[in-house]
C-alpha cells in the first residue's frame, strides 16, 4: 500500500482578539470541520499523528486522533510562527504581513521570527 504524508492545518480558531493566537480554540465550527476532515482521511489509513503543542491544533488532532484509535506525539517545533508578540490583526492586515513574511523570509518583517527561523524550527522539530 502507498503511504502518505499528510500536514494537516489547526481547523477554524474560535477568534479572541484579546488573547495571542497560540492560545486559541477550535471553534464550533472548527469543530464540525475537523469531524469532516477526520472522515476524509480514512482512505489513507492513518497510521502516526503528530501535532504542535498549541490549544487549536492539539484539538484537531484530537478529534482526527479519536475517529482512527490513534495516539497523538506532541512535538515542541511544530508551532505556528511565533507572534505573540503582536495584537490581532485584521484579515485584510493580516494577509499582507504574511505575503511579506515570505517575499522576504531572512527579515523579521511579522512576529517575533523569520520565515526562515521558523522554517528551521519547524525542520529540526
Not at 20 to 27: D, H, K, R, T
Not at 71 to 89: A, C, K, M, P, W
Not at 98 to 107: A, C, H, I, L, Y
Amino acid at each position: 500500500m502507498k503511504k502518505y504524508l499528510i500536514l494537516v492545518k489547526h481547523s477554524l480558531p474560535k477568534i479572541e482578539k484579546n488573547r495571542p493566537a497560540n492560545q486559541w480554540e477550535l471553534s464550533d465550527d472548527g469543530r464540525v470541520l475537523a469531524q469532516k476532515l477526520a472522515v476524509r482521511l480514512n482512505r489513507y489509513q492513518p497510521e502516526v499523528i503528530f501535532c504542535s503543542v498549541e490549544p487549536k491544533a492539539k484539538q484537531t488532532a484530537e478529534i482526527i486522533a479519536a475517529k482512527h484509535d490513534l495516539e497523538i506525539q506532541f512535538v515542541e517545533g511544530l508551532h505556528e510562527h511565533s507572534r505573540s508578540n503582536l495584537g490581532y490583526l485584521h484579515s485584510d492586515q493580516f494577509q499582507v504581513a504574511v505575503r511579506e513574511f515570505f517575499e522576504k523570509p531572512s527579515m523579521l518583517v511579522f512576529g517575533s521570527e523569520t520565515a526562515d527561523a521558523c522554517h528551521a524550527r519547524f525542520h529540526q522539530a
